[in-house]
């Protein structure tokens, strides 16, 4: 499984969604993370923890992009090609509050600032 | 942000661009874990290439669809034509007329043949009458076809009558050897009829 959930609590008390992704990642991942995050995780804060070597299809990016996400959402990777292939996939991503960090500390601090 | 970039990573980029404007989209960016906006440049040229053999996989099975659906449309059409161009109409019981239209060439005719004799067989027809209303001139190739035609209904028990021969057919009909057909020939489809009905003993005869 590519991405692995869990719901959490942010030190200020705010739910949010941690999301462990690694491997490769194909169209029906992408449809079922899309589907959990149009659904029960609807306008929760993402934080999502990418390994390096985490590879998106071409289908899997595109289904990715369509998908409309407004509530915050941190992304923590230490791979640069990771953080490339996040950045193409987000630079035309419409609304949503999205940034990439290198520590997970500073990324759930971010995401507890914002306002869901 | 200033950026320093290789020459090996500038001949990376070039030498896949000019791959990929060749027609080959299997070639990619050698990736590295470069932490600079260069890095997204060489992923975004990847995607764009995955995105073009997606797009090249889709025309051509569109390409292959569109090919297929011409190439059953084209066999519908054939049998259309040939529905069409062999009308055996069943004009009374054991009688058959089939209009003949346009240019009769060996392979029309032997599709016109195998129809006729098939049908002459199941109607035990006893009389075929070919029309010529619709042959505006004899080709060369037409005469022995509609010789060998008229020869096969005769083998098969029916006798066969000849109509609507045009004053222009009528000398390339001689011409060709349609002297040898030993067929009645009559003006008009009806008069045909009537002299049938008239051996049949279904009206009085009209002509002798």
Redesign the interface.
């Known amino acids: 499984m590519p991405f692995r959930y869990e719901e959490l609590v942010t030190p200020m008390g705010r739910p949010y969604v941690r999301v462990h992704v690694s491997g490769d990642i194909d169209l029906r991942d992408a449809e079922e993370y899309v589907a959990r995050f149009e659904g029960a995780y609807q306008r929760r804060r993402v934080l999502s923890v990418v390994a390096s070597g985490t590879e998106y299809s071409a289908k899997a990016r595109k289904h990715l992009l369509a998908m409309r996400e407004s509530s915050p959402h941190a992304t923590v990777t230490t791979s640069a090609l990771v953080r490339a292939a996040i950045h193409l996939m987000t630079r035309s991503a419409a609304g949503g509050t999205y940034r990439v960090f290198t520590d997970e500390p500073e990324a759930l601090a971010w995401l507890d600032d914002q306002e869901a | 942000m200033s950026l320093t970039i290789t020459e090996a990573r500038i001949n990376g980029l070039l030498n896949t661009l000019v791959t990929a404007a060749s027609g080959d989209y299997d070639v990619r960016v050698a990736?590295e874990?470069?932490?600079d906006p260069l890095?997204?440049v060489?992923?975004?040229i990847n995607?764009l290439l995955?995105?073009l053999?997606?797009r090249r996989t889709q025309n051509e099975a569109q390409e292959e669809e569109l090919l297929t659906r011409a190439r059953q449309l084209a066999r519908q059409q054939d049998e259309l034509v040939q529905a069409l161009s062999t009308p055996v109409i069943a004009v009374w019981p054991g009688v058959l007329a089939l209009p003949l239209v346009g240019r009769i060439d060996d392979a029309r005719a032997a599709v016109i043949t195998a129809t006729l004799l098939e049908r002459i067989a199941a109607e035990r027809a006893s009389h075929v009458i070919l029309d010529l209303t619709g042959v505006a001139a004899i080709a060369d190739a037409t005469m022995p076809a509609l010789l060998r035609m008229i020869r096969a209904i005769g083998l098969l028990g029916a006798r066969c009558l000849l109509t609507g021969i045009r004053a222009e057919v009528a000398p390339q009909i001689v011409a060709l050897g349609g002297n040898d057909l030993h067929v009645r020939a009559l003006a008009r489809l009806s008069d045909a009829l009537a002299l049938v009905l008239a051996d049949k003993g279904a009206l009085d005869q009209p002509h002798r």
Do not use: N
């Open positions: 990736l874990e470069h932490e890095l997204d060489e992923l975004g995607y995955d995105e053999i997606e």
